[in-house]
């Protein structure tokens, strides 16, 4: 399968049932733990703090860095050795970046190498991570 240039975002990677999820954002806005929440929901680490993006066929797939494989940052606790998965195609990207602020908000995407990605605007609301778990798991109707 030919892939194409390796792009390397500052961000983090999770997934459930092989389906990834891109977590982007500033420095600082919670892009971990978002991660650590999200596993300790079930979620599996792909990376934290770097990503390795590249196109394989159709699919946008994320990988780790071997420097910082089985490793994530817990604030106030320091870094932390966990398993990771070698790669996994992104189905999802959520940008805490930017918050969302209607109750039942428009689709939204981003555009890597081409390929549309469903995004979700960061929330506060306490559900937020299973919410993203279920949206990894089943989907989003409409």
Do not use: W
């Not at 990834?20 to 599996?44: F, N, V, W, Y």
């Not at 792909?46 to 780790?64: K, P, Q, Y």
């Amino acid at each position: 399968m030919t892939e194409t240039a390796l792009l390397l975002l500052h961000a983090s990677c999770v997934a459930v049932s092989g389906r990834g999820m891109l977590i982007l954002g500033p420095s600082g806005s919670g892009k971990s733990s978002l991660a650590l929440q999200m596993m300790g929901l079930g979620a599996e680490l792909v990376a934290d703090d770097g990503v390795e993006i590249v196109l394989a066929g159709n699919s946008v797939v994320a990988r780790c860095p071997p420097a910082i494989a089985n490793l994530i940052e817990a604030r106030q606790v320091g870094l932390l050795s966990v398993p990771t998965l070698p790669e996994v195609r992104i189905v999802l990207a959520v940008d805490l970046g930017q918050e969302e602020d209607k109750r039942l908000p428009e689709r939204h995407a981003i555009v890597f190498h081409g390929q549309r990605i469903d995004l979700v605007k960061a929330s506060r609301a306490p559900h937020f991570p299973a919410s993203l778990l279920l949206y990894l798991r089943h989907g989003r109707k409409a």
